[in-house]
């Protein structure tokens, strides 16, 4: 089995297909032109953003899976896939909580100006300290929009600390 990576994935990952057997076939980017002659050989398809368009799917005759790199598929032509009967898979929740630290680390910055901060010490504005009042976020509310794999990752940690 063939599977065409359009996107890069880490080295652990390319190890793990390689040992189930399957033989990675990378591409240096996602030029139509160097996708075609690995799509066209390709049993599967690991992207990321990129997608996989209409003119992709015309390229893989053999194509049985089509793996996201992450969970978006806004960019995948489901509807081609559905009518060759070829799965789509995604990793669903598998950085949830890395977006969730990143998403608390951003509020936490914001908050407390770290950004304004940095700028004003890199300018020599040693004032700033006494001008800035940052905002405390134990005691604020946090809306999250939907309750999917994100919002549970980032609500405990929200609580922690006080929201």
Excluded at 16 to 40: K, N, R, S, W
Excluded at 92 to 102: I, L, M, P
Aim: glycine share 12%.
């Amino acid at each position: 089995m063939k599977c065409a990576i359009l996107q890069p994935i880490d080295r652990a990952g390319l190890d793990l297909l390689q040992a189930a057997g399957v033989e990675p076939l990378c591409a240096p980017d996602t030029g139509i032109d160097t996708i075609a002659p690995l799509l066209q050989q390709s049993d599967a398809v690991i992207t990321r953003n990129w997608g996989f368009p209409a003119l992709a799917l015309a390229m893989a005759p053999k194509l049985q899976v089509v793996g996201v790199h992450g969970t978006g598929t806004d960019r995948i032509y489901k509807a081609g896939l559905a009518e060759r009967g070829i799965v789509l898979v995604t990793t669903a929740g598998s950085n949830a909580q890395s977006v969730a630290e990143h998403c608390i680390g951003l509020m936490l910055a914001s908050a407390r100006g770290v950004h304004l901060g940095h700028e004003a010490m890199q300018s020599g504005d040693f004032a700033f300290r006494g001008r800035f009042r940052g905002r405390e976020l134990s005691g604020r509310q946090l809306g999250l929009w939907g309750w999917g794999h994100i919002s549970q990752a980032v609500a405990p940690i929200a609580q922690a600390i006080g929201m």
